[in-house]
């Protein structure tokens, strides 16, 4: 990358990065903002799908269909099937609007957009050569996302909004008799495609690269991209094990809170006590013992530098600052259950894993990553068994 005397960001390709990424960040699904009042040329449709043409297909088979709906009854009537299978967005804002929930926003725009559907100049409507049969062959959707991604992104370039509008695909027979489509085709996506009101868009926020990437092995993470690509303790070393259950987090942040529960589970982690007075919560401390049996047994002292109830709870090992290691639960609501995300880092110093690391260089990767095998087996342990717990398998 070089930087130019004006400050913009130039890639080795050429690419203004400054532009590329506010791109790449900045392009939301749109409902509220769609501006419905004003006309959006079919010249800049084609422009929007031939560039969304130079997308990938599997075998480069060219299957993809594009169908523009601009009738005002055609769209009326896609308006009526789009909201028989958007009634639940109407009813759940019902049900959220004013109480903070964390979907109510996404709710509520979702609801506007069934409301408003048919309002759009123009409904853009995916399709692809093909019958979707789960067989696992590559071709349809995979074919046909990247495209459909792609005619978001020139749209957005271009001051054009829409949302991933994927409902009707519950109404495929009825969208396929109004729209005249043969058999032998599936349907993705049918964009409502507007000017947006005002071009100002952020960046949502997501989990950052270091917390969902793993390297080499499933669940190895790390906090800093490293030189090499090797493992180093300096780049700050990581294991995640997460698992879904049926239970909300309410019934699965009492079981994660209790200290003790691990040991039902792992194979080195014998028991936890506190050791601060009161009920829990940030700065609270406990005790940790633990055994790898015939070689050496040990105990940590940890401090709470988490309590969020039935989010996250992290406690950090021997000190706050320089911790030996840190070690949290984080737990989200995931489709009517909750998803637990058990992690750990491994510090800098404090702890004995480090110095052997760093004896020798040239073994410093084959350390961390066995001693990460057997975090990742025990905490995949843990997780597994309060799936149990609280599902009751
Ligand atoms: C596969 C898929 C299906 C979606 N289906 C709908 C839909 O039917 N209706 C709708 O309003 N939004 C739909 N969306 C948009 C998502 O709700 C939206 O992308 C998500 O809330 C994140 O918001 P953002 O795109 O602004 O980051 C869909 C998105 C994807 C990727």
């Not at 009526?80 to 979907?103: Q, S």
């Not at 009707?168 to 058999?183: C, H």
């Not at 829990?280 to 309590?307: H, K, L, Q, Y």
């Amino acid at each position: 990358m070089q930087n130019s005397d004006s400050g913009e960001r130039t890639s080795e390709a050429g690419f203004d990065l400054d532009q590329v990424d506010r791109l790449l960040t900045t392009t939301r699904a749109v409902r509220k903002r769609l501006d419905f009042d004003r006309w959006v040329s079919d010249e800049l449709i084609f422009e929007c799908i031939d560039l969304a043409e130079q997308a990938p297909t599997g075998g480069n088979d060219a299957s993809r269909r594009w169908v523009v709906i601009r009738d005002q009854d055609l769209k009326d009537r896609l308006g009526e099937l789009y909201a028989e299978v958007g009634t639940i967005f109407i009813n759940a804002r019902g049900r959220l609007d004013g109480t903070g929930h964390p979907k109510e926003h996404i709710v509520s725009s979702s609801a506007y957009l069934v409301e408003n559907y048919a309002k759009a100049p123009a409904l853009v409507m995916l399709a692809i050569w093909g019958i979707h049969d789960d067989s696992g062959r590559p071709g349809l959707f995979d074919s046909a996302i990247p495209s459909a991604w792609s005619f978001n992104l020139a749209l957005r370039s271009r001051g054009l909004g829409t949302a991933y509008a994927t409902m009707l695909n519950n109404k495929s027979d009825e969208v396929a008799e109004l729209l005249g489509m043969p058999p032998g085709l599936t349907t993705l996506v049918c964009f409502p495609v507007a000017y947006t009101k005002g071009t100002d868009f952020s960046p949502a926020p997501r989990r950052p690269a270091s917390e969902i990437t793993y390297f080499d092995q499933w669940g190895f993470t790390r906090q800093r991209p490293s030189d090499d690509g090797t493992a180093r303790v300096a780049d700050g070393q990581g294991v995640v094990a997460e698992i879904d259950t049926d239970a909300r987090p309410r019934a699965v942040w009492d079981v994660i809170t209790d200290i003790s529960m691990p040991a039902q589970f792992s194979e080195e982690f014998l028991g936890a006590e506190w050791t601060s007075d009161g009920d829990p919560g940030v700065g609270s401390t406990f005790r940790g013992r633990n055994s790898i049996p015939d070689v050496f047994d040990w105990e940590t002292d940890c401090i709470v530098t988490a309590w969020d109830e039935r989010t996250a709870f992290e406690w950090r090992v021997t000190d706050t600052e320089n911790p030996g290691a840190v070690w949290r639960f984080d737990l989200a609501e995931q489709g009517g259950g909750s998803r637990l995300r058990f992690s750990m880092l491994i510090g800098q110093e404090n702890n004995g894993t480090v110095p052997m690391a760093l004896r020798d260089p040239a073994k410093e990767q084959r350390v961390l990553n066995r001693r990460r095998d057997v975090l990742r087996a025990n905490m995949q342990r843990v997780v597994e068994g309060v799936k149990a717990i609280v599902d009751g398998d």
